[in-house]
């Protein structure tokens, strides 16, 4: 077979490969004569007294340099390409569809369903939630008792998703047809056919284009799914660019029964969803997905049973959530900076992780367990907005000023827990306040039923441009508020 029948795929990468590496190459024969005549040294000495066995050394050693090499570039083409955050965009609901925290409580009074501790339970849960006034429903859970259809679900998702594609699509310019995948998250709501679908039938995407769709994974499916499209756009399989689209649907499975631990979902979850395109080229892109880290909790029967959804004992469904969930918010939290902490931090916080370590477990020392400065590792953080007690918690347990964690609670009162697609929110909060620069890195990260805990890692390489419009439109002047 005739060097012309090589495709390109394979020539191109050989080339690259040799070019990078002559020097190493160059040293490969030098190398190889070296270690004959260390051999022949040995076989003087007496230690190989035959020639066959100097034969099968020498030609050992002549071959393993060939072999290295092959084993390299086979290496090398697996080697995973990087892969860019083109642009995202967020749904913004609009004003008509505002719920004030008054018009709640009043809403869930005037609700047959609920009974007079429920609407107490509910008022006390809201006025201690962190949100302001411009949090938002979808149309059928504002009208009396709520429209939980099938059709009044797959409008509130159509109506969210396709705006925030629209949005993205608009700002990079990219056409429809080159989108290869398409992956969308959302917890409760799993229709036929899918929300992935429906992209795919409202866009026109392409007749191979790779979908899927994410339920039952909470509010950290959204990182799982840049995950999912990182892998796929990393197997070259011709695949321009991955859109990601994170929502939660709230209309079907409003909860209508008098459980405590279930009325919660009520009063946390607002409207919300985005849009992210990824590529693997640099060209136009904002950001670089540096990692992403999974941790899952499930195989303890706690965690995996501290955010469940089931029936009541009067047949109503929907989402409990046990007393269990910060306690294995924070355990799970632990194990996920332990396997995120040494691919990060810099040696300096290892070290001294380390020393902390040996002192109390080997030396016995009555000392605290030293905590990692992840403010060393990253300029910012975006943590799921998923409560005050969640955003807490977690500025408790890292360390971090009330600065860092303002993206959060400044989503959460502007949007409220907008599940998986919050820590989009909170990007766009700091883009809009012009803090994040080239270079600086942010750390997204987020929770999920099963019990999970996902984070991404994303360099800048890219500010935005002055004046964009995003989701904080009109009111980032108000921002922030106090006490939050």
């Known amino acids: 077979m005739g060097t012309s029948s090589l495709p390109l795929s394979l020539l191109a990468p050989a080339y690259h490969f040799v ?3 002559r020097l190493t190459l160059a040293a490969f024969p030098f190398t190889a004569t070296a270690a004959l005549r260390v051999t022949a040294w040995i076989s003087s000495l007496g230690q190989l007294h035959s020639y066959s066995a100097l034969h099968y050394v020498s030609l050992t050693l002549t071959l393993l340099p060939i072999v290295a090499l092959v084993l390299y570039i086979a290496s090398t083409r697996l080697r995973q390409r990087p892969v860019y955050l083109v642009d995202y965009a967020c749904f913004r609901p609009p004003s008509s569809l505002r719920v004030p925290l008054a018009k709640y409580v009043e809403h869930a009074g005037l609700a047959p369903c609920f009974d007079a501790k429920s609407v107490g339970f509910q008022s006390r849960l809201i006025e201690r939630s962190g949100f302001g006034e411009e949090t938002c429903l979808p149309p059928a859970l504002h009208v009396i008792p709520p429209e939980k259809t099938l059709n009044a679900a797959r409008a509130e998702a159509e109506q969210g998703i396709f705006s925030a594609v629209d949005a993205v699509l608009a700002k990079t310019g990219v056409r429809a047809g080159d ?7 959302c917890t409760l709501f799993a229709p036929t056919p899918s929300m992935a679908d429906m992209v795919v039938r409202r866009y026109g995407l392409r007749s191979d284009v790779r979908c899927f769709s994410l339920s039952g994974m909470g509010c950290s499916a959204g990182i799982a799914g840049v995950g999912l499209a990182q892998n796929i756009l990393q197997c070259g399989n011709g695949c321009p660019y991955a859109l990601v689209v994170s929502t939660e649907i709230l209309t079907a499975d409003y909860y209508s029964g008098n459980e405590r631990a279930m009325l919660l979902q009520n009063c946390l979850f607002r409207m919300g969803a985005s849009a992210a395109l990824l590529s693997t080229s640099r060209v136009h892109a904002r950001y670089r997905l540096a ?14 049973g501290c955010v469940q959804q089931e029936d009541d ?3 109503e469904r929907g989402i409990a ?12 939290l632990t194990s996920h900076m332990a396997t995120l902490g040494p691919l990060v931090l810099p040696t300096s916080e290892l070290l001294a992780y380390a020393l902390s370590f040996i002192a109390r477990r080997v030396l016995k020392k009555d000392i605290k367990p030293y905590i990692p400065d992840f403010r060393t590792a990253f300029e910012h953080f975006c943590i799921h907005a998923g409560g005050r007690a969640v955003i807490d918690e977690l500025q408790r347990g890292l360390g971090l000023s009330d600065e860092l964690v303002e993206p959060s609670r400044m989503a959460l009162h502007r949007f409220g827990n907008t599940s998986s697609s919050s820590v989009w929110y909170e990007l766009a909060y700091l883009e809009a306040k012009g803090r994040v620069r080239e270079g600086d890195r942010v750390w997204t990260i987020g929770f999920g039923s099963g019990f999970k805990c996902n984070s991404a890692v994303w360099v800048c390489l890219r500010p935005p441009p002055p004046l964009v419009s995003g989701p904080w439109d009109g009111c980032m002047h108000r921002y922030p508020v106090a006490a939050v």
């Open 313 to 315: 004992a009067a047949g």
């Open 19 to 21: 070019a990078s590496h």
């Open 291 to 304: 990692r992403v880290i999974r941790t899952h909790a499930g195989h303890d029967d706690r965690a995996y």
């Open 321 to 332: 959530l046990s007393k269990d969930v910060m306690p294995v918010a924070g355990d799970t």
């Open 179 to 185: 989108i290869g995948v398409v992956v969308v998250n």
